[in-house]
């Protein structure tokens, strides 16, 4: 059966391709969504791309999960990353692989951005590539689910 994976941007995201190019770069997030969705075809899994501005919409999504047949998650909670118990307890409750993406490398960025919330309902991070750090978490999840699948 082919895996399901769930890839949820958060706040902002919408505005990749002219929001501070300088750090998030050019390419937009129906772009990076598109490269997904080939990249998925590639690895022989489906990929299903969501963004909200919402935290209580990035719980809703995480927690019905599950029941809609995914196998793991990617996320890239925008700021919710800094902030959010909220969308770690959904993680650690659903306890689906996920990987946690940034375009940017908060670590090398404000203060403020070195903590990571979500990090430990996370198996893996992927952060600092621009775009392609979605692609590449990707190629991570879907190795990861294949083992575990083995
Ligand atoms: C981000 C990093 C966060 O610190 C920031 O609030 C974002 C984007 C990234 O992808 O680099 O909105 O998650």
Not at 15 to 44: F, K, M, N, S
Not at 108 to 124: D, I, L, M, N, Q
């Amino acid at each position: 059966m082919t895996a399901r994976i769930l890839c949820i941007s958060g706040p902002n995201l919408q505005l990749l391709g002219t929001r501070q190019p300088d750090v998030y770069g050019r390419v937009t997030l129906p772009e990076i969504h598109a490269r997904l969705a080939t990249r998925g075809r590639a690895l022989g899994v489906e990929v299903e791309a969501r963004q909200t501005n919402h935290e209580g919409t990035i719980v809703d999504w995480i927690g019905s999960a599950p029941a809609e047949g995914v196998a793991g998650l990617l996320l890239n909670p925008g700021a919710y990353t800094h902030t959010s118990i909220a969308i770690l307890d959904a993680l650690s409750g659903v306890a689906l692989p996920c990987v946690e993406v940034h375009l940017s490398n908060p670590d090398a960025r404000e203060p403020f951005r070195r903590r990571s919330r979500v990090a430990k309902a996370c198996f893996a991070r992927v952060a600092g590539f621009g775009a392609d750090s979605y692609e590449l978490a990707l190629e991570g999840l879907a190795r990861r689910i294949a083992a575990s699948r083995a």
